[in-house]
């Protein structure tokens, strides 16, 4: 019996041996596995991983700077596109981004990277803002040959059409190519808001007079639009040259040939670029040269925005504003050049709170508030300020000019900071204000009250300050701070002395010359009523 139980607990001790050689083999097994999936995941695994990216991206974040957001280097062909130059011609004028700076660059969204597993410190991509694309109209697309002689106004219409429909959009004039463009209005107010109009490419106007028909105000005009911006580095080219060059062809004298196709331009002359009824107007970068009359005008509008601006044209071409504001408010111009043949910038009746700044003006007439109140009319101008600017051989430097037998009031001026260089006058306020031969003399005037003048300095060949006010309403509230204005002497022109007439005001400090006409305080019986009565 006890042989027999030894052999039995024998035969149990090597069946529990066999178990647990059997148990040890399963578990080095499953440890080996499990070591081998941290160091190198198998094809299987990284197919499971894919499922698992969150909380993958999750674990690894936490232990790991936060990283710069990918960006797919092998875009899709439609992301590609953002990519190419962003003048080339397409055949379905495809979307692209809208243009965010004056020279047209613009960058696509990059494609969301395809997520993969083992890449836990990637970030994942977020689906582009709905706004980010728009669509761009090339006016090559619509059949514009940029060749400087085929009348492209047409592919002109249809790419402002198809933007005007899609709002959010551009229009794209392309570089190194010249488009003739008619008179063409781009108007509203059905058009959709915030259209950019980019232009790098030169649009030129028509010099044949049937182009022009009887007579028109302006060449390209923009009409009852909201968010409308013109920028880029292309040029306006108004070849006014037809307008201002006149020969008398019974002139014995006059060695100037003819030019026949000038007798038969109409007399009234076109603006090159006008604005009208438009709200948040931005004009940026572009250049504007050689327009028959205004180069750019903005007429009721309100929010306007120019700046880093070029206008040109020679200092003999008559009735050529730069820029000139009528029924305008909120307006900023500065970091801007002006050269032409009349008033650097124009500020007419129903223009309030005006910003000029950084701006050089000359050749020119200056910058003037007015004429006002011509053939008895109301005008009202306020708040307008005119700052850090550089006038060189103008004729005149900032002027206020007003028609006698208007009504209204100018208040709440201020020009500061005015370097002035052989400018002919540099300061002048006239109320007797006429461009004709005669005028008639009239009692009622245009008011003008509280007008700031802080150091203006440099040279006048002429004199340097007129201020020539009304006998029923004097001019108040004037007041001199850093005069400083010094003769030069050029030939065929005769020095003068300050002159004054009814201005009243303050000299707050010593002026060069001194300006002794001023009369000190307010005029007698000074019962101006306030702008809001008057306007």
């Known amino acids: 019996m006890k042989l027999r139980a030894k052999g039995l607990g024998f035969l149990l001790l090597l ?9 040890e083999v399963s578990e080095a097994r499953r440890g080996k596995h499990w070591r081998s999936s941290r160091s190198s995941p198998g094809s299987s695994q990284l197919k499971k991983g894919k499922g698992k990216k969150s909380s993958s991206l999750r674990q690894h974040g936490s232990t790991r700077p936060s990283p710069k957001p990918p960006v797919s280097s092998t875009p899709s062909s439609g992301a590609g596109k953002g990519n190419q130059s962003p003048y080339q011609p397409s055949p379905n004028a495809p979307d692209i981004p809208r243009p965010s700076t004056a020279n047209g660059s613009r960058h696509s969204t990059p494609k969301p990277p395809t997520p993969s597993c083992g890449k836990g410190h990637q970030q994942p991509s977020q689906p582009p803002p709905a706004t980010s694309q728009v669509a761009a109209f090339n006016v090559v697309d619509f059949g514009a040959k940029g060749d400087g002689v085929t009348d492209d106004t047409k592919a002109f219409e249809g790419a402002w059409a198809a933007a005007c429909n899609q709002g959010a959009s551009t229009v794209l004039v392309p570089p190194e190519l010249e488009f003739l463009v008619g008179p063409i209005s781009f108007s509203g107010p059905y058009c959709k808001p915030n259209i950019v109009f980019q232009l790098e490419g030169t649009i030129l106007a028509p010099t044949s007079a049937k182009s022009w028909g009887s007579g028109l105000l302006q060449w390209l005009e923009f009409t009852k639009l909201s968010g409308i911006v013109i ?10 040259q037809q307008w201002w060059t006149y020969s008398d062809p019974e002139d014995e004298d006059d060695d100037d040939t003819y030019d026949v196709e000038f007798e038969r331009m109409p007399q009234i002359k076109p603006t090159a670029l ?54 305008s408010k909120d307006v900023s111009i500065h970091h801007t050049n002006l050269a032409c043949g009349d008033d650097c910038i124009s500020i007419q009746t129903g223009c309030s709170n005006i910003n000029i700044h950084n701006v050089n003006c000359g050749p020119g007439h200056g910058i003037s508030i007015g004429g006002l109140g011509r053939d008895n009319t109301k005008a009202c101008v306020s708040n307008v300020t005119v700052r850090d600017v550089n006038m060189f051989r103008t004729m005149n430097g900032v002027r206020i000019k007003t028609w006698q037998g208007g009504v209204g009031l100018v208040q709440d001026i201020r020009f500061s900071n005015i370097q002035v260089s052989e400018v002919q006058t540099p300061i002048i306020i006239d109320q007797f204000y006429c461009d004709r031969s005669t005028c008639r003399n009239q009692t009622s005037a ?41 003769p030069v002497q050029v030939p065929h022109y005769h020095l003068n002395n300050p002159f004054c007439w009814q201005a009243f005001g303050e000299l707050y400090t010593p002026t060069v010359p001194p300006i002794a006409c001023l009369q000190i305080g307010k005029p007698a019986g000074n019962n101006l009523q306030s702008y809001d009565d008057i306007c």
Do not use: W
């Open 274 to 327: 006008r604005f009208y009824g438009s709200f948040n107007v931005v004009v940026a970068g572009i250049t504007i040269v050689n327009s028959s009359q205004c180069h750019l005008k903005f007429d009721n509008c309100q929010g306007v925005m120019v700046h880093d601006v070029t206008i040109s044209s020679p200092e003999n071409s008559l009735n050529t504003d730069g820029i000139h504001l009528q029924n």
């Open 231 to 240: 920028q880029g580095s292309g040029i306006i080219n108004g070849r006014g």
């Open 15 to 23: 069946v529990l041996l066999a178990l647990c050689s059997t148990i």
């Open 446 to 486: 245009v008011a003008v009250s509280g007008v700031q003048y802080e150091n203006i300095k440099g040279t006048f060949t002429i004199k340097p300050v007129h201020f020539a006010c009304s006998d029923s309403l004097p001019c108040s509230g004037i007041s001199l701070t850093g005069v400083q204005l010094r």
